[in-house]
């Protein structure tokens, strides 16, 4: 475990409220190069009409696809944005509930919002860039050390 206090002070926040149709990685993404924020926290709720979540598979080293065929509520969507090569990078999680009330989560690869989704972008210190760590091929914050 690394552990590591980092203090600063912005005050941005950013709201991205995505509308019907879009799909939210791209709206997102967008939104963050467009106001230039290369760390942060992100949360949202909402709803998609269909997504895709993924699942990493270390063997593969790359994410299984899980498709969501159906219209679910955004009960949880977690992660953050860090700096990679200059830009933004977004990385999050959902967990998205179907209307037998089951849930499928995993990284978010895809979603088409519907009705709307909406999303919270606090931003926290730049130090909390990430690097391609070589064992896994994945992004990952270095500046806890």
Known sequence: ????????????????????????????????????LLAARVSAVGGFADAEVGWFDREAGDYRRIPVAE??????????????????????????????GSTVGGHLLRGEVWPTLEVIISEVAPELAKRVDSETG???ISGAD
């Open 1 to 36: 475990m690394r552990a590591r206090e980092v203090r600063h002070q912005t005050g941005r926040v950013l709201v991205v409220v995505c509308d019907k149709g879009e799909e939210a990685v791209v709206a997102v993404g967008a939104a963050l190069r467009e106001q230039r």
């Open 138 to 140: 994945l992004a990952l």
């Open 71 to 100: 219209q679910v509520e955004v009960l949880s969507l977690l992660g953050d944005v860090a700096e990679q090569d200059g830009e933004p990078a977004l990385h999050v999680h959902a967990v998205l509930g179907r209307s037998d």
